[in-house]
Each structure stands twice: as structure tokens, then as C-alpha cells.
Antibody, heavy 113, light 110 residues
């Protein structure tokens, strides 16, 4: 069974940092693009970033460029999102996705003082 | 302001057929396939349609997708109460080098 399990969310102060992780299982992780998508409370879906199978290509939504870094470790079947200089508007549930198909259950990030 | 435009709401009675539209532009829907997602209350979204008109295994054939030019549509036939959810369209945008979503459509089954 394909599974994606996110972790690392929590409460952080504005300007702080957080690293999200996504543990993948049930498929050949190194064969797929991976994505992060977020959903602010009561709002719609917003794609955040993605990374190619070998990590050689990465793309970001404009609002996180220079602050967030997506990475992966194919040996550990894991996807990461390093989030720096966090802002209140980054508050959201963050989902890990295999390609743009299978979704994890999400991890909540709250940026507040 | 979403790059893809969806109606904020839609409704229908059980058994009816409803359609949800998704309007984009040349770099996104005009050049790439469209995905549709269903988000039931309090749950993570789920892929409903990929490649504009393909259903993943397990998705009932009551759900169908189509694309023409820079617009796409999701049709739900034989509407059921459990179809009450938020629906989102998405496509890759060649100009932004980003996936873009519609704002979402809240479907109410009356």
C-alpha cells in the first residue's frame, strides 16, 4: 500500500524555522517527482514546491522562493521541506504528494507569536 | 486570486448531473493536462481525475473529466449525498514553472 506520512509540524514564531519530513513507503520512491502542497485554514489548496526524481530540478511558488528548500533522500525514502524566515501567512496544513496523485494526511504548521 | 478560475459553489439534488468548470489560459490548461481533486470535510484531498479525463482505480465512473482549449470540466452524474465536498482543478503552468490550482468549488447536495 502506498503511504506518505508527514511529520515535523508545530508552532513556531515569526522569523523562525521548521523542517518538515515525509516518509514514503509502498512504492519505488526514487522513480517519482515529489511535491508539497499547503492549505491555509479555511482556504484552498496552494502548491508549494516539487523535486525531480534525482533532485536535479526543483521548483517553488513565488511566495516561498529564497525561504523554503525542498530536498529528498532516496536511500531513506524521504522528502523534506526546510522552511526559514517563516511568516504568519505560512500557517497551513502541509501535504506531501507523490507526483500530484497520492496525498499524505498532512502536518500542521502554525506561525504565531 | 487563483490562476485557474472555478465557481465558488455548485449544487444539485440526488440523482442529478452537475458540472464544475475550470478556466485557465494558454500556459496552463491550454498546454497541459488537468487534474481534479475531491476534498471531503476534514480530510486530505484525493485525486479524482488525472490527465484531464482519466480516473484512478477505485473512482466511480459517475465522475468524468474533459478539456477543451483553455477550459476543463468535471461532471458528476447520479449525484449522491456523499459527493458533498470541495472540488479543485490543477494544472502545470509552463510560464510560472509551477502547479496552479483553482480556488475550489463547494458542492452541496440538496
Amino acid at each position: 500500500e502506498v503511504q506518505l506520512v508527514e511529520s515535523g509540524g508545530g508552532l513556531v514564531q515569526p522569523g523562525g524555522s521548521l523542517r518538515l519530513s515525509c516518509a514514503a513507503s509502498g512504492f519505488t520512491f526514487s522513480s517519482f517527482w515529489m511535491n508539497w502542497v499547503r492549505q491555509a485554514p479555511g482556504k484552498g489548496l496552494e502548491w508549494v514546491a516539487n523535486i525531480k526524481q534525482d533532485g536535479s530540478e526543483k521548483y517553488y511558488v513565488d511566495s516561498v522562493k529564497g525561504r523554503f528548500t525542498i530536498s529528498r533522500d532516496n536511500a531513506k525514502n524521504s522528502l523534506y521541506l526546510q522552511m526559514n524566515s517563516l511568516r504568519a501567512e505560512d500557517t497551513a496544513v502541509y501535504y506531501c504528494l507523490r507526483s500530484m496523485g497520492v496525498w499524505g494526511q498532512g502536518t500542521t504548521v502554525t506561525v504565531s507569536s | 486570486q487563483s490562476v485557474l478560475t472555478q465557481p465558488p459553489s455548485a449544487s444539485g439534488t440526488p440523482g442529478q448531473r452537475v458540472t464544475i468548470s475550470c478556466s485557465g489560459s494558454s500556459p496552463n490548461i491550454g498546454s497541459n493536462a488537468v487534474n481534479w481533486y475531491q476534498q471531503l470535510p476534514g480530510t486530505a484531498p484525493k485525486l479524482l481525475i488525472y490527465s484531464s479525463n482519466q480516473r484512478p482505480a477505485g473512482v466511480p465512473d459517475r465522475f468524468s473529466g474533459s478539456k477543451s482549449g483553455t477550459s476543463a470540466s468535471l461532471a458528476i452524474s447520479g449525484l449522491q449525498s456523499e459527493d458533498e465536498a470541495d472540488y479543485y482543478c490543477a494544472a502545470w503552468d509552463d510560464s510560472l514553472n509551477a502547479w496552479v490550482f483553482g480556488g475550489g468549488t463547494k458542492l452541496t447536495v440538496l
